[in-house]
């Protein structure tokens, strides 16, 4: 049973026990969410990279942050610090987002223990927004509220809550307007990222995060957003965000400063105070100057320079003094002079009154499991119907699909145009047949951005409880089939009768069945071989490299009873030779070649047509029996079967690796 994400108004602190069945019980739905107290008890952690050539070498633990205590109340509260000082790892810790290999310490909700299901009761905004761009506003709070409230949540009372959102979030111009991607232009970036703020709202959440949500945005438009945050902030949310280097008029908004360098604490208390806690010790800030760039400057070792006057500049008379010291001992002094700070003891002090308070509260037994608040088909349903949207309204997968394949059917049509029944139609017909049968493996190429375009929003949305990574796959995988489906179809009318290929309604529904089972092979291929992949490219090189290997093994390049028997078993895992052979035995069963010739004398003899000059080639049975392949009703069907086989093992071998893959930080 797949993990997922509770009620999203469930309490933090207990959980309902699981019944027999292995289910949540019903949670008593509580009043709207106030705002939770985050408290972060000796926070450390370390990553484990592999040094040395070709990463041989044991791991060597690289420590990222070390020894975090606080607490984070309601009101906005702001993470700074330089680049590389592990503000998003420690969000990502505070939220319960971050793999917990070589994570220590202990993070509480309102005195309690995270919950297994936090982060999906938490709001997460990503620093990169992950909204699908081709749905319009309303219809991304809709799909946020459809899959994230609880059941009991009534129709209407979800569609008042997107109504609210909107209006709270000031998008009422631009509700029924597409996000935008990048192939069509949208919102702008600070409705845009409103609206990733309103689907993580939508749900009530007693926290929420935001990883640099300023990043991208111009210095108006981010004030816009630090205000609404702001606003939020004020009705009770507990707001935690981490942030780079914000202008004064956001600066001014925090409640809370929390300041990391080299992964320690050098600060953490209330904003308004830090600029009082630096002059203490021997930094003052001087006046209309940006606190967030003097802590900075401070930081790196560069307050020597910064507080210089302009008199002093002009007179080229500057010295670095003792405040101007190497990075290394300026992030030492720092965090030792922050631990001799009040701040410091006062939050210990808070911190193991509440380690006190959740000794003595008894503990509630842990769920035996945690479910979606939205059933399986209520998630397909849903996902399906995105996806499906998305699908027909990104050009790139429909509509350019769609023409290349009538190009291609038309270019194949006009050069195998009406074969004849002769000797050169054995070879037209070969080259027609081959070439559609690759055409449809290279054709899915493009199946391999389904699952990396958008990895970073399937990732997010699956942490967060939306859908099961079932319903997700098989979202894709039916969306995909039906453009498949069709294109196959409207490619083998535009070929079959462009050719001239066998006449029969019986003999044009197998070769379009064959044609699209191919395609669908080559899809399931290219899903298993691209599902964990994380670049388009080197997918793409993957697949091209798979596809030519089985090309050579198809059965038109080389004579398969001749290949050597340490090679031979290369050809059952071909995709083209199934279909090449389906497509043979189709077109050929029951075709003359030699009834037009007029250099060929034909001899019937004992049933048996032979030539005395171009060999025995004049019927089609003839030319499989020198193919080696069987064209009896097993042998036809033999092959359709090989490729359904191909398209289940795929499609397992694509679900697993989807299952498995790498979701967190």
Not at 229 to 242: H, P
Not at 409 to 428: C, E, Y
Not at 616 to 637: F, K, M, N, S
Request: glycine share 8%; charged share 20%.
């Amino acid at each position: 049973m797949e993990r997922g994400c509770g009620g999203a108004h469930v309490n933090l602190a207990m959980l309902d026990e699981a019944d027999g069945n292995g289910q949540v019980a019903a949670a008593t739905p509580d009043p709207p969410a106030a705002g939770a107290t985050v408290s972060f008890h000796d926070v450390r952690y370390q990553l484990r990279a592999r040094s040395g050539f070709l990463a041989r070498k044991r791991d060597v633990p690289r420590q990222i942050l070390s020894d975090l205590n606080g607490i984070m109340r309601p009101g906005l509260n702001a993470i700074l610090g330089p680049t590389g000082s592990g503000k998003s790892s420690f969000l990502d810790i505070l939220a319960a987002r971050k793999d917990p290999c070589g994570l220590s310490g202990e993070v509480l909700i309102d005195g309690a223990p995270q919950p297994p299901n936090f982060k999906c009761l938490s709001g997460y905004v990503v620093q990169e927004d992950v909204v699908m761009g081709t749905l319009t506003v309303r219809e991304n709070l809709r799909f946020s509220a459809a899959l994230r409230l609880p059941a009991h949540v009534s129709e209407r009372e979800k569609e008042s809550r997107v109504d609210r959102m909107i209006a709270e979030l000031g998008l009422g111009k631009v509700a029924d307007c597409e996000v935008g991607a990048w192939t069509t232009r949208g919102v702008s970036g600070g409705e845009r990222k409103r609206t990733n703020i309103g689907m993580e709202l939508i749900i009530d959440p007693p926290v929420l995060f935001l990883d640099e949500p300023t990043t991208g945005l111009d210095a108006s438009t981010a004030n816009s957003v630090l205000l609404l945050l702001r606003r939020m902030a004020d009705r009770g949310r507990t707001i935690i965000m981490s942030i780079h280097q914000p202008r004064y008029s956001i600066y001014r908004l925090f409640d809370a400063l929390t300041l990391l360098v080299g992964g320690k604490m050098v600060y953490h208390g209330p904003a308004p105070n830090a600029l009082d806690y630096f002059a203490d010790i021997g930094y003052s800030c001087e006046p209309h100057n940006n606190p967030a760039d003097f802590f900075l400057d401070v930081i790196n070792g560069d307050f020597a320079v910064a507080s210089l006057s302009k008199a002093n500049l002009s007179q080229g008379d500057f010295q670095f003094d003792a405040t101007s010291v190497s990075w290394p001992c300026m992030e030492d002094r720092l965090a030792s002079e922050y631990k001799k700070s009040s701040y410091y003891g006062d939050t210990l002090t808070q911190l193991a009154g509440i380690a006190r308070d959740k000794r003595r509260s008894p503990s509630p037994p842990p769920p035996r499991a945690v479910t979606y608040n939205s059933s399986f088909g209520k998630q397909l349903h849903w996902v399906l119907r995105r996806t499906f949207r998305n699908l027909l309204l990104n050009p790139q997968t429909s509509a350019a699909q769609v023409g290349v394949h009538i190009f291609l059917a038309l270019i194949v049509g006009a050069i195998f145009f009406r074969v004849k029944d002769d000797q050169s139609g054995i070879q037209n017909r070969m080259g027609a047949l081959f070439f559609i049968t690759t055409n449809q493996c290279f054709s899915t190429v493009s199946a391999a951005e389904l699952f990396i375009a958008e990895r970073k929003l399937f990732a997010h949305e699956y942490i967060s409880g939306y859908y099961r990574v079932s319903v997700y796959f098989l979202s894709k995988v039916l969306s995909d089939m039906a453009l498949r489906t069709f294109t196959s179809v409207l490619f083998s009318c535009g070929v079959y009768f462009t050719i001239g290929l066998k006449r029969g309604a019986s003999a044009f529904a197998v070769f379009t069945m064959t044609v699209t089972l191919v395609a669908y092979a080559a899809t399931a291929l290219t899903m298993a071989i691209s599902a964990d992949q994380t670049e388009v490219a080197l997918a793409n090189v993957f697949l091209t490299i798979t596809f030519v290997f089985m090309m050579i093994f198809s059965g038109l390049l080389v004579n398969l009873p001749s290949i050597v028997d340490w090679l031979a078993w290369l050809k059952y895992l071909s995709i083209p030779r199934y279909g090449l052979a389906a497509l043979k035995i189709n077109e050929f069963v029951g075709l003359n070649f030699c009834q037009n010739a007029t250099a060929v004398a034909v001899v019937v003899a004992g049933g048996n047509c032979s030539s005395s000059t171009a060999g025995p080639t004049c019927t089609g049975e003839q030319y499989l029996e020198y193919l080696g392949i069987r064209y009896d009703a097993w042998g036809l069907w033999e092959n359709h079967v090989a490729l359904l086989i191909m398209v289940a093992v795929f499609l397992l071998i694509s679900y697993v690796k989807l299952r498995y893959v790498k979701k967190f930080t």
